[in-house]
C-alpha cells in the first residue's frame, strides 16, 4: 500500500518535539550544517526510526494532544535515483480509532500540508499501521524511544553545538542538535535491522506541521 495523497483530514494541526536515529555515521550526511546541503547515506542504505510526540493538534475537531506516533524506514541510495521508503508507522494504543486514523493520515502524507511537502513523497510500501504502547522519552539528556515488541532506539551526547543542524524531515526552519545513538534495533517482521558496536546518528529537535501550503 503506498501512501495516497488523498485529503483525509481537512483542517489540522500538530506541533510538538522530534527525536530520530539512523544507521549513518554521525553527523548524518543527509542533514544540513551550517546551510550546507546535505548529501547520500553513510553506507548506500539507511535504516532508521522517527518519532513525534504531539504536545498540541487536532484533526478536523479531533483532539491529538499529548500522543505519539513512530516510523520505522529503510531505503537505498547506492542506486539512483534512491529507492522509495518502506515504512512501518506505530500509533499510540491509547489513541481512539479517529485519533488513530487522523496520526496515520498525517505522518504519512495523506492528509496533505507539511508533511507530503517535506517527506510524504518519499514513502513508498507500507508494511504495516500498527496500533502499540510507545514511549518516547525527548527531553531528557538520554533521549530514547520505545515499542513494546518492536523498537529500542537511544542516544546520549552532543555530535554538534545546538541548533548548528538542520533535517528535512522536521523542516529545515526547525534547527536542532546531532546526537551520538547508542541502540538501534527492531525485531518487526516487516522490516528488521540492528546497528551492533558503534555509535551511530541521532538527532532532536522540534516540529510544526499543518494543513494547506
Known amino acids: 500500500m503506498a501512501a495516497s495523497g488523498r485529503d483525509t483530514a481537512v483542517d489540522w494541526h500538530v506541533r510538538g518535539s522530534y527525536f530520530e536515529a539512523c544507521n549513518c555515521e554521525a553527523i548524518c550526511p543527509c542533514r544540513s550544517v551550517g546551510g550546507r546541503p546535505g548529501g547520500p547515506s553513510s553506507f548506500g542504505e539507511c535504516f532508521g526510526t522517527l518519532s513525534w510526540h504531539i504536545h498540541d493538534g487536532r484533526a478536523d475537531g479531533i483532539d491529538l494532544s499529548d500522543l505519539r506516533t513512530v516510523m520505522s524506514l529503510r531505503y537505498l541510495d547506492r542506486v539512483q535515483p534512491s529507492t522509495p ?16 486514523a487522523a496520526i496515520a493520515d498525517i505522518f504519512l502524507g495523506r492528509a496533505g500540508g507539511t508533511v507530503a511537502r517535506l517527506y510524504g513523497p518519499a ?17 531528557t539528556p538520554r533521549k530514547r524511544i520505545g515499542v513494546v515488541g518492536y523498537l529500542t532506539v537511544e542516544a546520549e551526547g552532543e555530535a554538534s553545538e545546538p541548533g548548528d543542524v538542520q533535517c528535512g524531515i522536521p ?40 494543513s494547506g501550503t
Open 123 to 139: 514513502i513508498g510500501e507500507i508494511h504495516a499501521v500498527r496500533p502499540a504502547r510507545i514511549t518516547l522519552e525527548h527531553a
Open 171 to 210: 523542516g529545515f526552519d526547525h534547527p536542532g542538535t546531532e546526537l551520538h545513538g547508542e541502540a538501534l534495533l527492531s525485531t518487526d517482521p516487516a522490516l528488521r535491522w540492528e546497528v551492533r558496536g558503534r555509535r551511530h546518528a541521532a538527532f532532536t529537535t522540534d516540529f510544526d506541521y499543518r
Open 85 to 100: 521508503w518502506e515504512v512501518v508507522l506505530y500509533v499510540d494504543q491509547d489513541a481512539n480509532a479517529g485519533q488513530r
